[in-house]
């Protein structure tokens, strides 16, 4: 019989044991394409059987697919078949955005990153089981208020825990994130990412130093405003018996009531590790093994 302990602890070990990478290498067996979405092209990884049951990762505003490289040979080798792609502005995809889009617009918006994961959704089969990362969490969430069919199960990494101004309930920052406009908090995120006030290690930071020669600067300045006015779908997620799961760290920007709070309010287990506000990253091993759960619950 096994011991699920036994597990968990050797999940940690190998999570403690993580070395220096390079980001940039994608594992061995990765197809990588450009998906045709609204806004344009996004590039997308994709890892395991074309035929198995699908996992989309969504990575967050600045991050990318890479983000998730630790987490899909895991995913591929449990059965699945898994795909990750950069959000519009992001990255590789920097030149998908809304002057794309018919009739064309002038910003970022949700509506813009909504269509383009449902998109990807309705690219092969469903339903899918979807992990919304940071901002990605809401848009997932959106999402799924629009499709729910499309949706195996739904977990949310690092999501803001509360609709509206998202900012408000972030560790010490909060009181004052109202003041800030969306181009300001960009500059802000994007100094503090260079600056490496997380203590990443040296390869990570060459990575995600490397991103920002691509990413839009305008995508940034979008997302930022509008994670300061994020609808509300958590009576329609509560009133849902999809499997869902809230993962995050326990030194995530936001505290760990709040995260508490919104697991209880939509009913999706809570999974807390002992990381910052990046598990795919620095708990990939523990956080598939939530995952796996997750799915088959």
Known sequence: MIDESEVRAEARRLDGAIPDLDWTALPDGTESYLHPAPSGGL?????????????????????????????????????????????????ESWAAGPENLSPPRSRYDHELFVNDLISVLEAGSAPVHVLGYSFAGTVSQLAFAQRPELFASLTLLSCPPEPGQGFRGVKRLGPFTGLATGGVGAALMIWGVRQNFTHVPPGRLAFVRARFTLTRRNAVRDIISLMKRAPDVRGLLAASPLPKLVAVGEHDLWPSHLHREFAETIGARLAVYATGHSPCETAPNELVLDLLETYGS
């Open 43 to 91: 590039a997308t990884i994709a890892l395991g059987d074309p035929a198995a049951p699908r996992i989309v990762l969504v990575p967050g505003v600045t991050g990318s697919k890479e983000d998730f490289i630790l987490m899909m040979p895991l995913l591929a080798a449990a059965g699945y078949r898994v795909e990750s792609f950069d959000m519009a502005g992001q990255y």
